[in-house]
């Protein structure tokens, strides 16, 4: 039997403490943070329900070492890419192994590398450090990267890439050309690249996601790949990431850390995603037709009932970057639609400055659930 997803109606998804439903006061629908209105895969409820039955909360290397290989496993079968589990570590979310990779490598006013507009904890992941951003805006006509600009912006300060591949919030899949781009200024330049791959598991048909440290041993030296179960999965609570630190320099300045300055996974986090990444393909090829099906509504609807809020369709994610330019909002439009429509959007300028005059709609929810969202912007935007 094909694996079936299961699609959380309203009062289910107000029952749930996560922050994406009740932020808000009750009337407002959520289409702000990156958490999916579905439950997770059955085998991660069922690895969990084990772990409470055995009461099994002892210390626990087992679940953290067994993660590697696991990791390793998924990512060959998912994208034909095969880093050595030696060198891949576990950490406790994407942004904690994000925030040390650039700390150990790079120093305060150096440079790194942003691809604009951009997931806000990158932006902070930079100046919140006291480091550098380097402004690379991804063409807004269709969010390409141009090799150009990326080369033309790299100075004698520049240290790194922070790259997020597939893109939030464009949600554009990186193709080979673009990533080789990449690889050949960070050689040229001798820059440390961190590409954030959480959403690699969620491309839609058409695009295929490439890892970064796919395209030569020479970017796979110089590259520290994140990931995690907590998009694909909808585990983000659990909190648990591992990262292929191909980087040799970053590795021993890990290695050389105080032993218990990153704290360690806990057994749930890790054990849901080991269930996820053996268990959970058939799952997950359910989930994105669904996150596709809801994309292309969502695509049909604006086109046909919003041609003036700008869109392209994305090829990975279930988030939309929207331009409400045309419209007059100003630079925040969500802040105005949370008032008019009871929608809460992602704000754009969140996104760095140029997310002004942007919003990003999460649509992994049901069809219904994101009929009604859309029938309260259109309403409130063609009032
Ligand atoms: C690009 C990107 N990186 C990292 C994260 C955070 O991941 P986690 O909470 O699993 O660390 C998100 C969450 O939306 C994301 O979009």
Not at 139 to 167: F, K, M, N
Not at 242 to 250: L, N, P, R, S, T
Not at 369 to 378: G, K, N, P, S
Request: some cysteine; aromatic content about 6%.
């Amino acid at each position: 039997m094909a694996a079936e997803i299961e699609i959380l109606g309203i009062d289910d998804l107000r029952s749930l403490s996560g922050i994406k439903w009740n932020k808000f006061p009750s009337d407002v629908l959520a289409a702000w943070v990156a958490d999916m209105d579905v439950r997770p895969p059955p085998c991660v409820n069922r690895a969990l329900a084990e772990l409470v039955d055995r009461a099994d909360f002892g210390y626990n290397r087992r679940a953290s070492e067994l993660l590697a290989d696991t990791f390793a496993r998924w990512q060959l079968e998912s994208h034909g890419w095969s880093p050595p589990t030696e060198e891949v570590r576990v950490f406790c979310d994407v942004l904690q192994a994000i925030d040390v990779a650039l700390w150990l490598h790079t120093d305060p006013g150096d440079g790194i590398i942003l691809l604009t507009p951009i997931y806000p904890p990158f932006i902070r992941a930079v100046d919140g450090a006291g480091r550098r951003i380097i402004d690379v805006p991804l063409d807004p006509d269709g969010w390409r990267l141009d090799p150009a600009r990326l080369r033309a912006a790299v100075d004698g300060d520049t240290r790194a890439v922070l790259l997020c591949s597939p893109h939030n919030p464009t949600g554009r899949v990186f193709d080979r050309d673009e990533l080789t781009a990449i690889a050949e200024v960070a050689n040229e330049h001798d820059l440390l690249v961190v590409s954030d791959e959480v959403w690699a598991d969620l491309v839609h048909p058409g695009a295929t996601h490439v890892p970064l440290a796919s395209i030569g041993d020479e970017v796979a030296a110089r590259t520290v790949t994140v990931s995690s179960a907590s998009k694909a999965f909808n585990l983000a609570g659990l909190r648990c990431a591992v990262a292929h630190v191909g980087h040799a320099g970053v590795a021993a300045r890990l290695d050389a850390l105080p032993g218990h300055l990153l704290g360690a996974v806990g057994t749930p986090g890790a054990e849901a995603a080991i269930a996820a990444w053996t268990d959970g393909r058939d799952w997950l090829a359910a989930l994105r037709r669904h996150l596709t099906a809801r994309r292309d509504q969502l695509a049909r609807r604006l086109a046909t009932e919003l041609p003036r809020v700008g869109f392209d369709s994305p090829e990975a994610t279930y988030l939309a970057w929207l331009d409400f330019r045309e419209l007059g909002l100003g630079d925040d439009p969500s802040a105005r639609l949370l008032d008019l429509a009871r929608v809460a959007l992602g704000s754009g300028p969140d996104f760095g400055p140029r997310g002004n005059g942007f919003g990003r709609l999460n649509f992994a929810t049901s069809e219904d659930l994101l009929d009604d969202m859309l029938d309260r912007l259109v309403s409130a935007i063609n009032a």
